[in-house]
C-alpha cells in the first residue's frame, strides 16, 4: 500500500511547485536507482521502490502538465475578436451579469484552446446541443488572485478550461449537433424545463433540477448565502457524496430484489455491485458526466472490481487504490476541494469502523459514521473555505439523510414519472429542507483566521486519535491537539505602524487598513461579498469593522456592502454620497475633510470631499483617506478626478505626500494628473484592476504619468493581492509571488 501512498504524494507534490520540472528529469532517479535494487533488501529496497514510484508519479504529473500547457491559448489570439464556428457543452447558466456556457469550436485554429468558457453579457440564449458561429474576444483563463477562498485559475486549469471569452454581438445558428453528447445535453435541458413547468419557477424547481441533471445555476441567490451559512451548499452539487448513494441505493434495491428470489442467482454479490456502479454510472451521465463525477464512477468501478476480485483487500487498500486511479487518470484533481473533500470524509469513516468486527446496521452506526463526519468535516472546511458554521454539524446530521435518501431519490424518480405526481413530492421535500435552512441559517459562524499548516496537520492527527479505537486519554490528548488551531491569533502591526492589503477584487476597490487592534475597509468591490472580500477578511482575522468607508456610490467601489454588513458589521460607516447609501438600506454618515482619529499610533485624516462643495458627479463626491505614521503615509483616493485632486493639492500643499498612493479610479486617465503624482511624490503607485477589463485601465497615458514621476507600479491584475507593510519604512508582497505555481500566471518582474 505504500506504493500507492507515493504515486499519490508525487502527483501531489508537482500541483503545489512554483515551476513545472521536465518530466524527463523526473525520471533521472528512475535510472540511477533501479540498478540499485538488486543490492538492496528489506527497508531499503521497500524505500527504494516507494522513491522510483515518487518519481514516476512526478514524470507522469509533469507530463500531462505540459501537455495541457501546449493546448492553452497562444498570446497571439489573445484579445482579438475571432469569428469561430462550434457548440455549445452542457447548460447554459446565467448570473447577474452575463450568460456563461462551455463553447466546442470546430477544429480550432493553432493557439485556441479545445474548450473556451464563453460569457455571454447580452444575456441570449444558447440551448444546449446548439451549434453557432459567432465572434469571441479571448483571453487567458486568468482570475482573482487572493491567499483565501476560492482559486479561480486552480478551478479552469482542473477543469481543462485554458481560455474564456466574450461573445460579441455577431452570432448565427447553424442548427443542432449530432452525437451522443449533444443528445444528452438536449435531454437535460428538456428535463429542467419539465421540472420547471411540474413546480414552477421557484426555489423548489430549483433545488430539484440541481440534484437531478446537476443544473446548478438555477438555484436563486439567497439560497446560496443560506446554503454557505449553514455549511451545506456541498449538498446542491452533484458530487461523490450523491453518486455514492446512487450507487448504494441501487445496490440495497437488487439485494432486496435477490432476496426475493434466491434461488434464480448464484452469484449475488456481482449483480449488487454491477446494478450500484451501472446506476452511478447512468446518473453521472444525468448529470452532464462532470469531472467530479467521473472521478466518482471510477472509484467505485474500481471498488466494486476489488470486492468481486475477493482477495481480501482492506478498506483502505481499496482508498488508496481508488485515489491513485483517479489521479493517475486526472492529475489535476488535486487542485479540487471536492476531491479532499469526498476522500476525506470516506477516510474518516474508514477509521471510526476499524474496531468494528460486524458489518454497519442500524442507526446507531448511521450516528456513529456522523460523528466521524463530524470529527473530521471542520478541519478541511476550514482550510478551504476559511470559515465553519456553528450550526453545521447539526445541519449536516439532519440534511445530509434528508436530501440523499428522500429529496434525490424522489427528484430522479420524478422524471420517469408522466403523471408528475412524485416531482410534487420532491418539490414539498425541498420546501420542508428550505424551511429547516433559513431557521439554522440564523446560527452564527466560526470564522478563524488563516493557520500555518503545520497547525492543520497537528489538528489532523488530533482528530485521527479521536476516531480510533484507543482509551479515553488518547481521545483527550487527540482533543488537546486540535486546540492551537482554534486558537490561533491573527499576526497584527506593531504598535505605531499598520498593514494595508489591496484585495485583488477584479474591476474594484477594496484596501484593508489594519492597526494592533482596529481594522478599517476602504470600499468592497462588487459583487458578492462572499465570493472574494468576506474570505479574505476572515482569512485575516477581523471579525468586525471599525470603520468601513464607501467612498462614492459606484458599484464596484459598494456592491458588496449590503452582503458584507449583513455577515460583518462595522461600527462606523463613512460614505462621500450619503444619500444614495440610505436608499440602498445602508445607513451611511458623511464623510467630510477634517474628520481625524488615531488608532494604536498611526494618525486616519479623511481629506475630501470639503464641507458643503457640489459634485457634479458621482466621482467627484469620493472620499479621500490619508493614513500615517511618523515617517510614512498612504493615501487613497477613490474615483476622485483631476479637478478635485488640483483642490486638494490647493489646501493641502506639501502635507499630502503619501509613500503609497493607490491610483485613482484604477488608473483612468480622468485622475491622477502629472501634477498630483509630482504633489504627493510616492514611491509607490498601486492601481486595482480587472484583467483585460473593458475599460482598458489603467490607461497608457497614466501609466507614462507615473514612470515619469519616478514612482514604482503594481497592478492587481498582474501581481494579485498586495500586502503593504508600513512602519519606518515601505514593504510590499506580491501574492502572485509569494505562492508561485506553474499554473497560476505571473508577471515578469512582479517580485
Known sequence: MERLVCFCL???????????????????????????????????????????????????????????LTHGLSAAEEGIPLVLEGRVRGLATRNDFATRFDFVPDNAPAGVPDVVLARDYLERDWPAGSRWRLSLRLRAPRAEANPYGFDGEAWMWSQG?????????????????????????????????RIFATLGDGREGGLVAALAVGAQGELPRTVWRELAATGTTHLVSISGVHVTMVALLAGCLMRGLLFLLPRLVRTPQTLVILAGVGAAFAYALLAGFSVPTQRTVLALTLAGAMLLARRGFTPFQIWWSSLALVLLMDPFAVLTPGLWLSFGLVAALIVAGMARRRPLYGWRDMLGGQWAVLVVSPLPLLWFFGQLPLVSPLANLLAIPWITLVVTPLALLGLFDPTGWLLHLAGVAAQGFFWGLAFLARFPTLALPAAPWPLTILALAGSLLVLLPLAWCARLFG?????????????????????????????????????????????????EAGRILLPQLQGLGVRRLDVLVLSHH????????????????????????????????IQALPCQAGQSWAWDGVRFDMLAPAVGERHGDDNAASCVLRVATLQQALLVTGDLPQARERALLVRYGAALRASVLVLGHHGSRTSSSAEFLAGVAPQWALSSNGYRNRYRHPHGDVLARVAASGARLLRTDESGALQIDVSDRVTIRTWRHEAPRYWRFRQAGSD
Open 10 to 68: 508525487g502527483v501531489a507534490l508537482v500541483a503545489v511547485l512554483p515551476d513545472l520540472p521536465d518530466w524527463r528529469l523526473c525520471l533521472l532517479p528512475l535510472v540511477l536507482a533501479w540498478p540499485a535494487r538488486r543490492y538492496l533488501r528489506g527497508v531499503g529496497l521497500r524505500v527504494c521502490y516507494g522513491v522510483l514510484i515518487l518519481c514516476c508519479a512526478m514524470a507522469w504529473a509533469s507530463w500531462r502538465a505540459q501537455l495541457q
Open 554 to 585: 459606484d458599484a464596484d467601489h459598494m456592491g458588496a456592502a449590503a452582503s458584507l454588513l449583513a455577515i460583518l458589521p462595522a461600527s462606523r460607516i463613512l460614505s462621500g454620497q450619503v444619500g444614495k447609501m440610505r436608499a440602498d438600506g
Open 479 to 527: 482533543v488537546l491537539l486540535m486546540v492551537p488551531l482554534l486558537f490561533y491569533p491573527a499576526p497584527v502591526p506593531d504598535a505605531g505602524h499598520f498593514r494595508a492589503r489591496l484585495i485583488d477584487v477584479g474591476q474594484g476597490l477594496a484596501l484593508l487598513v489594519q492597526t494592533r487592534r482596529h481594522s478599517l475597509l476602504f470600499d468592497t468591490g462588487a459583487g
Open 161 to 193: 478550461l485554458l481560455a474564456s471569452g466574450s461573445v460579441g454581438k455577431y452570432r448565427v445558428a447553424l442548427g443542432q449537433e449530432e452525437g451522443m453528447a449533444a443528445a444528452l445535453d438536449r435531454l437535460r435541458a428538456r428535463l429542467v424545463a
